[in-house]
């Protein structure tokens, strides 16, 4: 399999399972201006949406949208427990869990990222996305992982935006309950490995 990444990007919640489950992989980087790849490939030729991440199996088929993916490694290792059983009703709050990441906390936040957009309406997106952090807040109040006590894909995607934060202005300390996890988590191994592996790779033209 083969893995292109950007960093600071939603590609480190995927490397984060990948580690997890000690798969065998190999790592891309990408450019996301210029789309060339640390392979010295054009990265529009593998998915033309033009944004990471996107997975590469042996076959040759090609995988997109972070969700999708981190479901798809976790059932390449189900003992590993990274997902609830496929059909089970707790696979379903799993990705109610992603679904509510994606659509709330990282498409919430995305527009954060425009400098250009004025103070009114930055103030807009950060009232609603600080709502979601009290709603994710009050949920790790009562249990160590999004999921219960058991760390899952779940808990890789939201660390991965979470970390977006200290470069948006947010300051996370105001809930006391994300600012443990978010250190929990920071300091898993597979976590460290996959940040370590991302930064061998030098950037790309």
């Not at 977006?164 to 443990?180: E, G, R």
């Amino acid at each position: 399999m083969k893995l292109y990444f950007a960093p600071e990007t939603c590609s480190l919640s995927p490397h984060i399972v990948m580690q997890e489950l000690g798969l065998t992989y190999d790592l891309v980087r990408v450019n996301n201006r210029t789309k060339r790849t640390s392979e010295g490939g054009d990265f529009l030729a593998v998915n033309p949406k033009g944004y990471v991440a996107a997975l590469q199996l042996d076959s040759g088929d090609v995988l997109t949208e972070g969700p999708a993916l981190v479901q798809y490694l976790a059932d390449l290792k189900p003992e590993a427990g990274l997902a609830p059983a496929n059909g089970t009703l707790e696979r379903t709050r799993l990705q109610e869990c992603l679904n509510f990441i994606t659509s709330e906390i990282h498409a919430g936040s995305s527009p954060l990222f425009n400098t250009d957009l004025p103070e009114a309406v930055r103030e807009i997106f950060r009232t609603r996305l600080f709502k979601r952090f009290d709603l994710i807040d009050a949920q790790l109040a009562k249990q160590t992982y999004l999921m219960g006590e058991r760390f899952t894909v779940a808990d890789a995607y939201l660390f991965t935006v979470l970390k977006w934060m200290p470069s948006l202005a947010v300051d996370l300390s105001d809930w006391t309950n994300i600012t443990a996890y978010t250190k929990r988590i920071a300091a898993r191994p597979s976590v460290v490995a996959a940040l370590a592996r991302e930064a061998e790779i030098p950037p790309v033209a």
